[in-house]
């Protein structure tokens, strides 16, 4: 398949039409948001979500993010009478904050891994909301990279992944945010993170009062967390004090360095310091290791507080140690 290039700046009205069109016809379609790019299809058509899952190679039990542009959509899709969902709505949508949610009849089990909940979230992207706006119809979207590779965070990343495989690519520019958004499950007796994100637990309680904890059958609430994600060809190994780290391996590795105290002898550096820096490079940092045949990533951990637990998470599954 040939995969239209749509850009964003000379012909942005027509690059909108053009995706919500082929949206509309049930063809794949990446778009950007605020997080990471999204692998957009209809949510509710389940021979359109069989494309997502096909173009990812993701497995069929792993359920979809439901994106929508208004509050109708919301009504048509979710059960809306949780006592604490107005006030998530109105302090973090649009944005990057999924609701997870008992979902209605018009769903198809296709969209939720057979879940009979769904994920909802209203993009902070302007573009994006347009699209689905356009499309008329919720946009089933997970990150648009080949399953288990590290998350786009421009349309260069989605190019690279999935080229030939899908409809078409809405070029937007690079992602501000660079994390995916914070999963929270709103169907336990306390809502509960399932995936840390963009949005921060403090954010969430400052809104909602303290959160429950995702019990320790997390993966059966949120099938996406079983299985291993963010993978660069390369070892990753992440340090608490760049100390711990043996610069003998320089000598016979190319190894490249992520953080802010870098040492003599790496073959690239990445000179990230704020938990905003890591979020906004990370991936884009994995991707460009892969490309140069970097052999070893080492990386600076930073501390869990606020957007730090989203980097520190991915990291961690990067490295294979969760
Ligand atoms: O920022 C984001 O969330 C991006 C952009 C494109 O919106 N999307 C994204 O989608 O990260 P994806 O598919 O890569 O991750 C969705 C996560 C997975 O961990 C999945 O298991 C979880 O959300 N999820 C989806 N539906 C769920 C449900 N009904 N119950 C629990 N978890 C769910
Ligand atoms: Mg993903």
């Not at 389940?46 to 990812?56: E, F, H, R």
């Not at 709103?186 to 403090?202: F, H, M, N, S, Y």
Request: hydrophobic content about 40%; glycine content about 8%; proline content about 7%.
């Amino acid at each position: 398949m040939k995969t239209e290039l749509l850009s964003c700046n000379d012909d942005l009205s027509g690059s909108i039409e053009r995706a919500a069109a082929l949206i509309r016809l049930g063809e794949v379609v990446a778009i950007p948001t605020e997080t990471v790019y999204g692998l957009g299809a209809d949510g509710l058509n389940p021979s359109a979500t069989g494309k997502i899952y096909t173009a990812k190679g993701r497995p069929s039990d792993n359920p979809l993010i439901l994106h929508i542009s208004d509050r109708a959509q919301l009504e048509m899709i979710a059960e809306t009478n949780h006592p604490m969902l107005e006030a998530l709505m109105s302090a973090f949508w649009p944005g990057s904050l999924t609701l997870v949610l008992p979902k209605k009849e018009v769903v198809p089990p296709t969209s939720t891994g057979g879940l009979d909940t769904v994920a909802v979230r209203m993009p902070n992207h302007k573009i994006a909301l347009e699209i689905i706006r356009k499309a008329g119809v919720p946009i089933a979207a997970p990150s648009a990279n080949t399953s288990g590779k590290p998350s786009p965070t421009n349309a260069q990343h989605v190019a690279e992944d999935l080229t030939g495989r899908i409809a078409a690519i809405v070029n937007a520019g690079p992602c501000t945010i660079g994390v995916e958004s914070t999963v929270l499950d709103l169907t336990q007796e306390k809502p509960a993170i399932l995936r840390p994100g963009a949005v921060t637990r403090d954010q969430i309680e400052s809104v909602i009062g303290a959160l429950g904890s995702a019990t320790a059958d997390i993966s059966k609430h949120s099938p996406g967390t079983r299985y291993r994600h963010y993978c660069p060809n390369a070892e990753v190994i992440i340090i608490n004090e760049p100390c711990d780290f043996d610069t003998a391996v320089l000598e016979m590795k190319k190894v490249a360095w992520i953080g802010s105290h870098p040492p003599q002898g790496a073959k690239k550096v990445f000179k990230l310091t704020t938990a905003e820096d890591y979020a906004r490079e990370i991936f884009n940092a994995l991707r460009i290791c892969d490309s140069e045949g970097i052999e070893i990533i080492v990386v600076e951990e930073i501390s869990d507080a606020g957007l730090g637990a989203a980097v520190m998470d991915r990291l961690r599954r990067a490295a294979g140690k969760s």
